[in-house]
């Protein structure tokens, strides 16, 4: 199927979940379960965000796999597996803060960063009024706007956001490493959503980010904008992305952030 009717796909499906996500919202949101941690939540509007976009991918892709957060993988027969996110920022939406998306993308071979070729993907932040788009060779775009990163900057002015993960121990060790990173960089920027960050630097409005502990959900359609826009993403050893570390940006910022991670014993 020709990258553009995969695109169309994600984003018609993202638009869709969105709004679902954005109602249910609306509507007042229960927690569900915890996961990892008790803080890391899910939501009954994740589970239902999910269901519809398995639902519909399933009716206009039924020989393709599935991965996603909630509901696991399932296997199918044309090599190409949708790999979803369907309430980016569970912990955002349960506060009513905006940075909160659905995020969908369409990837080649095993549903894994270090090995898949990502196709098409999909971010779409609902209480931001946005959607970004990509697709391999095609560009990213927010609405029909061409994306870019930014410019490279020595590291001491490079905007840079992060992350933190659920589990406590490994909390304590991304702090112990920004506290030194913080002097190092024009500053640091905790927004609560991966695929929303990676989009950022999609967009130019951060210069890099980094995370530790990803999923593929987490990172498949982001990754993809930054790589669209210009941009590369490596984990810590220069390779590919993996759940170790995601770094993102300008290539050669991601170069002097990687190697400050590293010296810093990320």
Same mark, same amino acid.
């Given at each position: 199927?020709?990258?553009?009717? +995969?695109?169309?796909?994600?984003?018609?499906?993202?638009?869709? =979940?969105? =709004?679902?996500?954005?109602?249910?919202?609306?509507?007042?949101?229960?927690? &569900?379960?915890?996961?990892?941690?008790?803080?890391?939540?899910?939501?009954?509007? /994740?589970?239902?965000?999910?269901?519809?976009?398995?639902?519909?991918?399933?009716?206009?892709?039924? *020989?393709?796999?599935?991965?996603?957060?909630?509901? @696991?993988?399932?296997?199918?027969?044309?090599?190409?597996?949708?790999?979803?996110?369907?309430?980016?920022?569970?912990?955002?939406?349960?506060?009513?803060? $905006?940075?909160?998306?659905?995020?969908?993308?369409?990837?080649?071979?095993?549903?894994?960063? #270090?090995?898949?070729?990502?196709?098409?993907?999909?971010?779409?932040? $609902?209480?931001?009024?946005?959607?970004?788009?990509?697709?391999?060779? @095609?560009?990213?775009? #927010?609405?029909?706007?061409?994306?870019?990163?930014? /410019?490279?900057?020595?590291?001491?002015? &490079?905007?840079?956001?992060?992350? !933190?993960?659920?589990?406590?121990?490994?909390?304590?060790?991304?702090?112990?490493?920004?506290?030194?990173?913080?002097?190092?960089?024009? /500053?640091?920027?905790?927004?609560?959503?991966?695929?929303?960050?990676?989009?950022?630097?999609?967009? @130019?409005?951060?210069?890099?980010? !980094?995370? *530790?502990?990803?999923? $593929?959900?987490?990172? =498949?359609?982001?990754?993809?904008?930054?790589?669209?826009?210009?941009?590369?993403? *490596?984990?810590?050893?220069?390779?590919?992305?993996?759940?170790?570390?995601?770094?993102?940006?300008?290539?050669?910022? #991601?170069? =002097?952030?990687?190697?400050? +991670? #590293?010296?810093?014993?990320?």
């Amino acid at each position: 199927m020709p990258g553009n009717e +995969l695109l169309e796909i994600a984003r018609s499906v993202a638009e869709e =979940a969105g =709004a679902l996500a954005a109602r249910l919202r609306r509507e007042g949101v229960e927690v &569900a379960a915890t996961k990892s941690s008790p803080i890391d939540i899910v939501t009954a509007a /994740d589970r239902a965000t999910e269901e519809l976009i398995r639902r519909r991918l399933a009716e206009l892709r039924p *020989q393709d796999g599935f991965l996603g957060e909630e509901s @696991g993988a399932g296997s199918g027969t044309s090599g190409l597996t949708w790999v979803v996110d369907p309430i980016d920022g569970t912990v955002n939406y349960l506060y009513d803060l $905006p940075n909160w998306s659905v995020s969908i993308a369409v990837v080649e071979g095993d549903p894994d960063p #270090v090995t898949w070729t990502a196709l098409a993907g999909a971010v779409h932040a $609902p209480a931001l009024g946005e959607l970004f788009t990509a697709s391999v060779g @095609g560009g990213a775009y #927010v609405g029909d706007r061409r994306l870019h990163v930014r /410019d490279a900057v020595p590291l001491d002015r &490079a905007l840079v956001a992060t992350g !933190f993960h659920y589990t406590a121990a490994i909390r304590t060790n991304q702090a112990v490493v920004a506290q030194p990173l913080l002097g190092r960089v024009r /500053d640091l920027r905790r927004a609560g959503g991966a695929a929303i960050d990676l989009a950022y630097v999609a967009a @130019g409005r951060i210069d890099a980010y !980094f995370e *530790q502990g990803l999923n $593929p959900w987490d990172q =498949a359609a982001g990754a993809l904008l930054v790589q669209e826009a210009g941009g590369i993403v *490596q984990g810590i050893d220069g390779g590919a992305p993996t759940h170790r570390m995601t770094i993102a940006g300008q290539a050669d910022v #991601v170069a =002097a952030l990687r190697a400050t +991670l #590293v010296e810093l014993g990320a």
